[in-house]
């Protein structure tokens, strides 16, 4: 249970504090802020939201900047990916990357704000969910950069045991009504009230991201690009969704479908891995 714990707060509490970096001194996370790795630093990760990236030192692992320029300089060396959502990225001669450059350009907003006139309502519900869902895909991108292991787990057990994954979320959401009737007439649960609602919007979040990937890794199989990086399955997953969300009824079919496998493949985790600690323990 304390692992998951860490995992809940690890995805809020870099969103409460705008330049933060993660807990270990050699992964930067930062919020508005431009990043710089120096000639002489050595670092493991680096992500960006909102600012620009410039590397002339080591990462070890990826450079993601979402909102934001990636630079490298001459002797930039980076043992990973280079990703760059909503920015671009601009290399110098001598940059060393150890693997793909990933690049996703998102047009100026200047064309969606002459398309949505006063007049044209339509306009501005279409510039809505667009906008919605950038944000979206941002946020899942880096919360799955920072910490992949959650997700994997969510979809392979979703993925291995289905029936017990949708009877987990059915009966989550059964149980959710009473347990917010009860805290809402004990004046001892009233202040609970919040944190419930806090904590089950945070795991459809984490399932949905997590559904998504699983929909990317089997569309990756399925055009034969097979070990897909968990990046771009996410993004696939996601798109894919989005995608068929648009489409009338079967579109808010097939998202409450995702959402209660969602929910319940985090249910479901969350209890197998207590029940695998106490059975650690008893041995």
Not at 103 to 129: H, Q, Y
Not at 259 to 266: E, I
């Amino acid at each position: 249970m304390k692992k998951w714990c860490i995992f809940i707060l690890a995805v809020i509490l870099p969103l409460t504090f705008l330049p933060a970096t993660n807990a270990e001194a050699k992964k930067i996370v930062r919020f508005g802020n431009d990043v710089v790795v120096d000639e002489n630093m050595t670092v493991e990760k680096v992500v960006a939201i909102g600012g620009n990236i410039t590397v002339n030192g080591v990462v070890k692992d990826e450079v993601i900047a979402i909102g934001g320029n990636i630079f490298l300089g001459p002797k930039a060396k980076v043992g990973n990916k280079v990703v760059a959502i909503g920015g671009k990225i601009h290399k110098e001669v001598g940059t060393q990357i150890g693997d793909d450059e990933v690049e996703l350009n998102i047009p100026s907003l200047s064309s969606c704000i002459d398309f949505c006139s006063t007049t044209n309502w339509l306009g501005w519900v279409l510039a809505f969910k667009i906008i919605a869902f950038i944000g979206f895909v941002g946020l899942a991108i880096l919360i799955v950069a920072v910490i992949p292991k959650p997700f994997d787990l969510i979809s392979t057990n979703v993925q291995k045991n289905t029936l017990q994954v949708i009877l987990w979320g059915i009966l989550g959401l059964v149980v959710l009504l009473p347990l917010t009737f009860f805290l809402i007439i004990s004046i001892i649960g009233i202040p609970l009230v919040a944190l419930e609602v806090f904590l089950v919007g945070i795991a459809f979040i984490v399932g949905y991201i997590a559904i998504a990937k699983l929909i990317g890794d089997k569309l990756a199989e399925a055009l034969r690009r097979p070990g897909l990086n968990i990046l771009w399955a996410t993004l696939l997953g996601l798109f894919t969704l989005w995608v068929i969300g648009w489409v009338p009824f079967l579109g808010s079919l097939v998202k409450a479908v995702v959402l209660v496998l969602g929910f319940g493949g985090v249910l479901a985790t969350i209890f197998s891995s207590i029940n695998r600690q106490r059975e650690e323990k008893v041995i």
